[in-house]
C-alpha cells in the first residue's frame, strides 16, 4: 500500500502565492506524482505531473503561474502556485502511480491522497 499526504493550502487574496506539498512512502524508485483539483459542481481536472525523472507536465490553465517540482530523497512533490486567481479555488490532491510519465488521467493513479482546500477570495 502507498500512502499519500498532503500540507499546506490555506485562504489567500487573489494574486497571492501559496505552496502545497505531497509526501509519499511509495517504495519503487519510477514513479510520477500528479496534481488534480476539483472545484464544486466540477470534474476533477489534472493540474500538474512530475515523475522521478524529472519531466514536468503543467495544464495550460496555469503555466506561468503554478510550478511543480519534486524531491527525491524526501519524496515530496511540491505546487508553487503564484498569483492566484478566483477560479483556482478548489480541493488540491495528489496522486501516485508506478512508472515513468506525466499524463493527468486520474484513472491511471492507484493511490491518492485526502486533498487540502484552497481558497482563493477576489
Known amino acids: 500500500e502507498v500512502h499519500l499526504m498532503e500540507s499546506g493550502g490555506g485562504s489567500v487574496q487573489a494574486g497571492e502565492s501559496l505552496k502545497i506539498s505531497c509526501k509519499t512512502d511509495?517504495?519503487?524508485?519510477?514513479?510520477?506524482i500528479a496534481w488534480f483539483r476539483q472545484a464544486p459542481g466540477k470534474e476533477r481536472e489534472g493540474v500538474a505531473a512530475?515523475?522521478?525523472?524529472?519531466?514536468?507536465n503543467l495544464a495550460d490553465s496555469v503555466k506561468g503561474r503554478f510550478a511543480i517540482s519534486l524531491d527525491i530523497a524526501e519524496k515530496t512533490a511540491t505546487l508553487q502556485m503564484n498569483n492566484l486567481k478566483f477560479e483556482d479555488t478548489a480541493i488540491y490532491y495528489c496522486?501516485?502511480?508506478?512508472?515513468?510519465?506525466?499524463?493527468?488521467?486520474?484513472?491511471?493513479?492507484?493511490?491518492w491522497g485526502q486533498g487540502t482546500q484552497v481558497t482563493v477570495s477576489s
Open positions: 512530475i515523475d522521478s525523472m524529472d519531466l514536468t
Open positions: 511509495i517504495a519503487i524508485p519510477n514513479y510520477f
Open positions: 496522486a501516485a502511480r508506478v512508472g515513468l510519465g506525466t499524463a493527468f488521467i486520474p484513472g491511471y493513479f492507484p493511490y
